[in-house]
């Protein structure tokens, strides 16, 4: 199975910093990555899909780059609406898996 | 829109079957690149895919699960099904209902989800 391993696990920052996550794949994955945001109690949410496409009505201010084995997810300027949790995840094949996740707290 | 409703027991004994569904409203399952997923989060955790099925039946499994699970699409009722066998503590988690419309395959990404299923076996 195909690993994804996400760097940092925490991050703390401020509003209006610029924040980069880093998601790498154990085998080569193309684009097929997605990122995702889940905030406690909810369900996970779809930013960013092949890897830098943004999904319809997620604010500009994310974005994603990468193919192969790693990729980014950038907010160019957090908003305190931001503060959560972000996974990645790899659909090069059915057998998905997801990221270990990076926890966004605020500074 | 496309909108998914989950439902199933709170509370499972150890050694029982988890007997969850996920109702799609809004539109058809049976449409062609209608894929349906089950993905769940113990509490504090990260999140773990369960297996995926597409609208025709065909069911893709996690390994650490497959011996284990049982997964259907009943495109009458609009609903696709999870059975996990042999529950333990380790199974307790949320469970999501999630899903893709996409004839290519790894080209998008969930952008469909139930409220989840808070599930506790004791």
């Known amino acids: 199975d195909i690993q994804l391993t996400q760097s940092p696990s925490f991050l703390s920052a401020t509003v209006g910093d610029r924040v980069t996550i880093t998601c790498r794949a154990s085998?080569?994955?193309?684009?097929?990555l997605a990122w995702y945001q889940q905030k406690p109690g909810k369900a996970p949410k779809l930013l960013i899909y092949a890897a830098s496409t943004l999904q319809s009505g997620v604010p500009s201010r994310f974005s994603g780059s990468g193919s192969g084995t790693e990729f980014t997810l950038t907010i160019s300027s957090l908003q305190p609406e931001d503060f959560a949790t972000y996974y990645c995840?790899?659909?090069?094949?059915?057998?998905?898996?997801f990221g270990q996740g990076t926890r966004l707290e605020i500074k | 829109q496309l909108q998914l409703q989950g439902s199933g027991p709170g509370l499972v004994k150890p050694s029982e079957t988890l007997s969850l569904t996920c109702t799609v409203s809004?539109?058809?399952?049976?449409?062609?690149?209608?894929?349906c997923a089950w993905i769940r989060q113990p509490p504090g955790r990260g999140l773990e895919w369960i297996g995926t099925i597409y609208y025709s039946g065909t069911p893709y499994y996690n390994p650490s699960l497959e011996t284990r699970l049982t997964m259907s699409v009943d495109t009458s009722r609009n609903q696709f099904s999870l059975k996990l066998t042999s529950m333990t503590a380790a199974d307790t988690a949320v469970y999501y209902c999630?899903?893709?419309?996409?004839?290519?395959?790894?080209?998008?990404?969930?952008?469909?989800w139930g409220q989840g299923t808070m599930v506790t076996v004791s």
């Open positions: 995840q790899q659909l090069n094949s059915y057998r998905i898996t």
């Open positions: 999630a899903a893709l419309i996409s004839t290519d395959w790894g080209s998008r990404g969930f952008d469909l």
């Open positions: 085998h080569l994955i193309s684009t097929y």
């Open positions: 809004g539109g058809s399952i049976n449409t062609k690149g209608f894929y």
